[in-house]
């Protein structure tokens, strides 16, 4: 909490000086961090990296000069990379710049379209529909002052070398507000630490926070060797609020890692509901698998969250049990995939059980007889990994994985490693 209460008064827009302090505060925290800049003005594909911007002074008087409102009281007053604009507008011409909405009556909201339609060279305000509709004059000044000047979007990236090359990706967006999604970068960087103390990582990890969607596609177009090194992404979005928690399905919605995720809930004894790839909502997830680049990509949500994309998501809706919940799901996440591979038996006939004390009694213990001495045993085929396994028996995975290690070390199986380049179902 203490990272999310510095970093939230921030106004942190794809390209602006609270950015770029946010970016500070986390090389400050972890060191290993490496700032990649892309200039304003350079191009990636399609997209162009906006000039840096911020507001400077902003508010809206009637004309008795009484401030109705201000950027003071909350930065989302202004539209991110709205245009300048000073003069009196009658309050029809003032509806035509306005985002408002009336089931949120007390809170300003985050309007996009600036921010992301280059082609957009207007200005834009959003008011709480309570203060829309109690101005009841014909006219109002309106004042916006911004500055806009060249300075490089940033992305920060922090990579842990396992093994293997083969990357494991944990994404958060750093811009906009603080469920969404300051959450998910407390969260990612409380990950990378632990990882940091594993030793032997099967895999590499790579924790990108970035602005969202344009910042992601920056670093995916100008770091393609690492793109092609990476088998999986994670996304984080509003961890620590929320009506509950989603686990959001890749594409293909039976992938390794849709499977592994899955089991992570399980492990950690938290309930989820399973939504669809373009459910919930939607972040750098679609970067990662749009089909020329075609990465599983599963995502953990809260939500709905009552406050999303307005003023009233601040430092106060956070639960610490949330993040900590988060932290858990995305640990065990992570457990199932260093520790997953191919079992296959070792010996032509089937090993004696009990001679073995590996036998679950039918009459004592005849769930776990069904499910380990059937189901488990009989899936075993040298192609279906433990979480394949663990997905037909509904089985804790590591549970089973205990199980399997006494048939291992009694060399009963044998190991094979995931093969990530195996087409999933």
Same mark, same amino acid.
């Given at each position: 909490?203490?990272?999310?209460?510095?970093?939230?008064?921030l106004?942190?827009?794809?390209?602006?000086?609270?950015?770029?302090?946010?970016?500070?505060?986390?090389? @400050?925290?972890?060191?290993l961090?490496?700032?990649?800049?892309?200039?304003?003005?350079?191009i990636c594909?399609d997209?162009?990296?906006?000039?840096?911007?911020e507001?400077?002074?902003?508010?809206?008087?009637? $004309?008795?000069?009484n401030i109705?409102?201000?950027?003071?009281?909350?930065?989302?007053?202004?539209a991110?990379?709205?245009?300048?604009?000073?003069?009196?507008?009658?309050? @029809?011409?003032?509806?035509?710049?306005?985002?408002?909405?009336?089931?949120?009556?007390?809170?300003?909201l985050?309007?996009?379209?600036?921010?992301?339609?280059?082609?957009?060279?207007?200005?834009g305000?959003?008011?709480?529909?309570?203060?829309?509709i109690?101005m009841?004059?014909d006219?109002?000044?309106v004042k916006?002052?911004?500055?806009?000047?060249?300075?490089?979007?940033?992305?920060?990236?922090?990579? $842990?070398?396992?093994?293997?090359?083969?990357t494991?990706?944990?994404?958060?967006?750093i811009?906009?507000?603080?469920?969404?999604?300051l959450?998910?970068?407390?969260?990612a960087i409380?990950?990378?630490?632990?990882l940091?103390?594993?030793?032997?990582?099967?895999?590499?990890?790579?924790?990108?926070?970035?602005?969202?969607l344009?910042?992601?596609?920056?670093f995916?177009?100008?770091n393609?060797?690492?793109?092609?090194?990476?088998?999986a992404m994670?996304?984080?979005e509003?961890?620590?609020a929320?009506? +509950?928690?989603?686990?959001?399905?890749?594409?293909?919605?039976?992938?390794?890692?849709?499977?592994s995720l899955? $089991?992570?809930?399980?492990?950690?004894g938290i309930q989820?509901?399973?939504?669809?790839?373009?459910?919930?909502?939607?972040?750098?997830?679609r970067? !990662?698998?749009?089909p020329?680049?075609?990465?599983?990509?599963?995502?953990? +949500?809260?939500?709905p969250?009552? !406050?999303y994309?307005t003023?009233?998501d601040?430092?106060?809706?956070?639960?610490p049990?949330?993040?900590?919940?988060a932290?858990?799901?995305?640990l065990?996440?992570?457990?199932i $995939?260093?520790?997953?591979y191919?079992?296959?038996?070792?010996n032509?006939?089937p090993?004696?059980?009990?001679?073995?004390?590996?036998?679950?009694?039918?009459?004592?213990?005849?769930?776990?007889?069904?499910?380990?001495?059937?189901?488990?045993?009989?899936?075993i085929?040298?192609?279906?990994s433990?979480?394949?396994?663990c997905?037909?028996t509904?089985?804790d995975?590591?549970?089973v994985y205990?199980?399997l290690?006494?048939?291992?070390?009694?060399?009963?199986?044998?190991k094979k490693?995931?093969?990530w380049?195996?087409?999933?179902?």
């Amino acid at each position: 909490m203490v990272l999310i209460n510095e970093l939230s008064p921030l106004q942190r827009m794809i390209n602006s000086p609270g950015l770029d302090k946010a970016f500070e505060i986390i090389k @400050r925290e972890i060191p290993l961090t490496e700032i990649h800049e892309f200039p304003s003005g350079s191009i990636c594909g399609d997209w162009e990296v906006p000039k840096s911007w911020e507001i400077k002074e902003a508010y809206i008087k009637d $004309l008795n000069n009484n401030i109705i409102t201000s950027s003071s009281e909350s930065p989302l007053f202004v539209a991110p990379f709205s245009e300048e604009v000073e003069g009196c507008f009658d309050k @029809r011409e003032i509806e035509n710049h306005l985002t408002t909405d009336k089931n949120y009556p007390d809170e300003f909201l985050l309007e996009h379209r600036n921010a992301y339609n280059f082609q957009l060279k207007d200005w834009g305000i959003t008011l709480p529909y309570k203060k829309w509709i109690s101005m009841k004059d014909d006219k109002y000044f309106v004042k916006i002052s911004t500055i806009r000047k060249d300075s490089p979007m940033k992305v920060a990236e922090i990579f $842990l070398q396992g093994e293997t090359n083969q990357t494991i990706c944990i994404c958060a967006h750093i811009d906009e507000l603080c469920n969404d999604d300051l959450s998910g970068c407390v969260v990612a960087i409380e990950l990378i630490k632990f990882l940091s103390e594993i030793k032997n990582r099967k895999y590499s990890y790579q924790v990108i926070l970035s602005p969202e969607l344009i910042g992601t596609i920056f670093f995916a177009g100008n770091n393609m060797k690492k793109i092609k090194n990476t088998i999986a992404m994670l996304n984080l979005e509003t961890v620590g609020a929320g009506n +509950q928690w989603n686990l959001k399905n890749s594409l293909s919605s039976s992938s390794k890692i849709d499977k592994s995720l899955e $089991l992570s809930f399980l492990t950690s004894g938290i309930q989820q509901k399973n939504i669809g790839f373009f459910e919930g909502y939607g972040n750098d997830e679609r970067i !990662y698998s749009w089909p020329t680049m075609s990465i599983p990509s599963v995502a953990i +949500q809260k939500s709905p969250f009552e !406050y999303y994309h307005t003023s009233g998501d601040t430092p106060e809706r956070i639960d610490p049990k949330s993040l900590e919940e988060a932290i858990i799901i995305s640990l065990n996440f992570i457990n199932i $995939l260093e520790k997953d591979y191919i079992p296959s038996f070792t010996n032509f006939l089937p090993p004696y059980l009990s001679k073995r004390d590996l036998y679950f009694d039918r009459l004592k213990d005849p769930e776990n007889h069904n499910k380990y001495n059937n189901e488990l045993l009989f899936n075993i085929n040298g192609e279906k990994s433990v979480v394949d396994l663990c997905k037909i028996t509904n089985l804790d995975f590591n549970n089973v994985y205990k199980y399997l290690e006494k048939y291992y070390k009694q060399e009963l199986i044998s190991k094979k490693n995931i093969n990530w380049n195996d087409k999933d179902e």
